[in-house]
């Protein structure tokens, strides 16, 4: 398959350097490739602006902005840029390659994180920003999508394009820079930034961390901006029940609306997030997120107060106080009272009598305990779905602790590979139970998909643990429309499992669009179904050169290429536009000729023999003054 139909770039060598070998992500303002550096020999990133923006200085700026901002920040969590240049028209960023995930992509298999986890990657997403922010910067885009986590657990910060100084004016009338979902109240409503904004943006990412979601949603960008300018963050222990108020008070404090409220940066915010971590103990720290778990029960408070008092002891039993564990049968002999020695009656005798019928009632009490209900067994849940494993759980009464994901070369992606306990194993009614899901094989090769329909594609590599990824079509003679050609990477090629997998569907053969500018609709629409192709006509009429009613523009345009079935665009013609022609009797030839170009008209010279030497304009085909079609032709006699 020729990769350069996809992406021109896939295989060049830029600035005779750098190697560009794929093609990693795709946004708004530049394209990250995979490179080599062919000098260092070292894998590295490359950000190529999008050529249509090379033109605008403003983007070449920001560009060249981020390169030299990003160059002084020699900090080991943030992106490292390693040179900046152009070729050609593609202007470009060498910058570190990080191998692993994003944060948003955590969020997403995961959903929310341990406190220590989400702890654990904002302490050096703060180091990064502080290094900024104490260096005279901003970043102003801080978001889960620019937290790269590498497969060594490093945790960078990424995208440093919308950065600025922090005595730079930094107001946006007419737009607002940044993702609706992280922009501070004053980015909204004023259009500042200065280092709180990224304070702001980091208060959100941890109330996602630990929730699992975004604290305002709504249907539209508009209605999430509103809330921020009038709703607080709420606190994430009102989403998850159980997290410590130290964490509401830390959200609380770095998303304040109004910014004199927060740490003044993110060095101030980390040294609040290390003080609440200091403060918080291992069992909080590694609380399982709340949605994992269904029903949170109290082992200890259960075995005391569910057993009933024996009637040979004198009082109750505390129901949370430090008394004898009522299954300790050593403890429960203690507790009666032994009557007085009666004088001349063997005292062991009674003794005897006394500890059978603790014994008795000790036992009974087990066996009553251990057959009353309150214990079941773990189900199988081998090769069950995630979905059908907690369906079964809830139905024995049972809940999630939490998910857990291993790569399996037996079981399938998706599907149970153990529990924990074990399945058979005894467990209190209303305890949770581990579950851990495969992740399919660790690498997998990629499927042939050659051949298949798109849909059919997709299913195929979701079964083999991939993921599909973006299409692409292209023109192809032997394939048939919509089924695949093939696939970026090709088929045999060992991926990570979850990888995401190109796929390039066949437009089928080309067919050449005829030209149809200048006839009659009903003659238009019909060559066009000839050809194969489908008509639309545009609401709106032009003027042009052509009769009202016949076709004045088509898209495409004749004689390019288009697929089978493909619809062609038509305009319709209102007429010429009429103008007046301007009286160029008399002018020199050169005068005449401006004039009526520059009214929109083409100029046809007439000479004849008398006017071979002639300048001056004895006589014109429309009358000064007269109206003729915009675009058409006026002679002028020369004498």
């Not at 579950?435 to 298949?452: A, N």
């Not at 045999?492 to 080309?510: D, F, N, Q, W």
């Not at 493909?566 to 009429?578: A, R, Y």
């Given at each position: 398959?020729?990769?350069?139909?996809?992406?021109?770039?896939?295989?060049?060598?830029?600035?005779?350097?750098?190697?560009?070998d794929a093609r990693i992500a795709v946004g708004g303002m530049a394209t990250v490739y995979r490179a080599l550096?062919?000098?260092?020999?070292?894998?590295?990133?490359?950000?190529?602006?999008?050529?249509?923006?090379?033109?605008?200085?403003?983007?070449?700026?920001?560009?060249?902005?981020?390169?030299?901002?990003?160059?002084?920040?020699?900090?080991?969590?943030?992106?490292?840029?390693?040179?900046?240049?152009?070729?050609?028209?593609?202007?470009?960023?060498?910058?570190?390659?990080?191998?692993?995930?994003?944060?948003?992509?955590?969020?997403?298999?995961?959903?929310?994180?341990?406190?220590?986890?989400?702890?654990?990657?904002?302490?050096?997403?703060?180091?990064?920003?502080?290094?900024?922010?104490?260096?005279?910067?901003?970043?102003?885009?801080?978001?889960?999508?620019?937290?790269?986590?590498?497969?060594?657990?490093?945790?960078?910060?990424?995208?440093?394009?919308?950065?600025?100084s922090v005595d730079t004016v930094t107001s946006t009338t007419g737009a607002v820079l940044g993702t609706v979902s992280y922009l501070a109240p004053e980015q909204?409503?004023?259009?500042?930034?200065?280092?709180?904004?990224?304070?702001?943006?980091?208060?959100?990412?941890?109330?996602?961390?630990?929730?699992?979601?975004?604290?305002?949603?709504?249907?539209?960008?508009?209605?999430?901006?509103?809330?921020?300018?009038?709703?607080?963050?709420?606190?994430?222990?009102?989403?998850?029940?159980?997290?410590?108020?130290?964490?509401?008070?830390?959200v609380a404090a770095a998303t304040a609306r109004s910014p004199e409220f927060r740490p003044y940066d993110a060095v101030a915010l980390l040294g609040q997030v290390l003080e609440v971590r200091a403060a918080l103990t291992p069992e909080q720290l590694d609380a399982v997120p709340p949605q994992a778990i269904t029903a949170q029960h109290d082992n200890a408070g259960d075995r005391t107060s569910v057993i009933p008092r024996s009637l040979t002891v004198p009082r109750p039993l505390p129901v949370d106080g430090d008394g004898p564990d009522p299954l300790n049968r050593t403890s429960l002999l203690a507790t009666p009272p032994v009557p007085p020695r009666v004088p001349g009656r063997p005292r062991r005798g009674l003794l005897t009598v006394v500890v059978a019928v603790v014994l008795a009632l000790g036992i009974g009490t087990g066996v009553w305990y251990i057959n009353s209900g309150q214990f079941t067994k773990v189900p199988q849940l081998l090769e069950k779905t995630q979905a059908q494993a907690e369906a079964r759980l809830k139905d024995e009464g049972l809940g999630v602790k939490k998910v857990e994901h291993r790569y399996s070369d037996a079981i399938r992606r998706g599907t149970v590979i153990s529990t924990d306990p074990k399945a058979g194993a005894r467990i209190r009614k209303h305890d949770?139970?581990?579950?851990?899901?495969?992740?399919?094989?660790?690498?997998?090769?990629?499927?042939?998909?050659?051949?298949?329909?798109?849909a059919k594609a997709r299913s195929r590599l979701k079964e083999d643990g991939l993921e599909p990824g973006m299409v692409t079509r292209e023109f192809n003679d032997d394939v048939p429309r919509g089924f695949l050609?093939?696939?970026?990477?090709?088929?045999?090629?060992?991926?990570?499992?979850?990888?995401?997998?190109?796929?390039?569907?066949?437009?089928?053969?080309?067919?050449?669009?005829?030209?149809?500018?200048?006839?009659?609709?009903?003659?238009?629409?019909?060559?066009?179904?000839?050809?194969?192709?489908?008509?639309?006509?545009?609401?709106?009429?032009?003027?042009?050169?052509?009769?009202?009613?016949?076709?004045?523009?088509?898209?495409p345009e004749a004689d390019s290429?288009?697929?089978?079935?493909?619809?062609?665009?038509?305009?319709?013609?209102?007429?010429?536009?009429?103008?007046?022609?301007?009286?160029v009797v008399g002018d020199s030839v050169d005068d005449a000729k401006k004039a009526l170009e520059d009214a929109g008209f083409k100029v046809d010279e007439d000479r004849g023999l008398l006017g071979l030497f002639g300048d001056t304009v004895k006589k014109q085909s429309v009358a000064g003054g007269e109206t003729a079609p915009k675009g058409s032709t006026i002679k002028i006699t020369i004498r």
């Open positions: 398959m020729d990769t350069t139909l996809q992406d021109p770039l896939v295989g060049r060598v830029l600035d005779g350097r750098y190697r560009v550096d062919t000098r260092l020999d070292r894998v590295l990133a490359l950000k190529v602006m999008h050529p249509t923006l090379a033109a605008d200085g403003s983007f070449v700026e920001r560009f060249i902005r981020e390169a030299k901002s990003v160059a002084r920040l020699a900090h080991p969590n943030v992106v490292q840029v390693f040179d900046q240049g152009t070729d050609g028209s593609y202007v470009y960023l060498a910058m570190e390659y990080v191998a692993g995930c994003t944060l948003r992509d955590v969020l997403r298999e995961r959903g929310a994180l341990q406190p220590r986890a989400a702890l654990d990657i904002l302490e050096p997403v703060l180091a990064a920003l502080g290094a900024a922010h104490r260096a005279g910067f901003v970043h102003r885009d801080m978001k889960p999508e620019n937290v790269l986590i590498g497969d060594d657990g490093r945790v960078k910060v990424a995208d440093f394009g919308l950065v600025r909204i409503e004023h259009g500042t930034s200065d280092t709180r904004v990224d304070v702001y943006a980091c208060g959100v990412m941890l109330y996602e961390m630990l929730t699992g979601a975004k604290p305002h949603v709504g249907d539209s960008p508009a209605q999430v901006l509103y809330a921020h300018l009038h709703e607080d963050v709420p606190a994430p222990s009102a989403v998850v029940p159980g997290l410590p108020a130290a964490l509401d008070t830390l949770s139970v581990t579950l851990v899901v495969s992740d399919g094989p660790e690498t997998v090769k990629v499927p042939d998909l050659e051949g298949l329909s798109l050609i093939g696939s970026d990477p090709e088929s045999g090629t060992e991926r990570h499992a979850g990888s995401a997998i190109a796929l390039v569907v066949s437009k089928g053969s080309p067919v050449d669009v005829p030209d149809v500018t200048g006839e009659d609709l009903s003659d238009a629409r019909a060559d066009l179904a000839e050809a194969g192709l489908k008509v639309k006509v545009a609401t709106g009429r032009v003027n042009s050169e052509f009769d009202a009613g016949q076709v004045a523009e088509q898209t290429e288009a697929a089978d079935g493909d619809t062609v665009t038509l305009t319709i013609s209102k007429g010429p536009q009429m103008i007046e022609v301007p009286d």
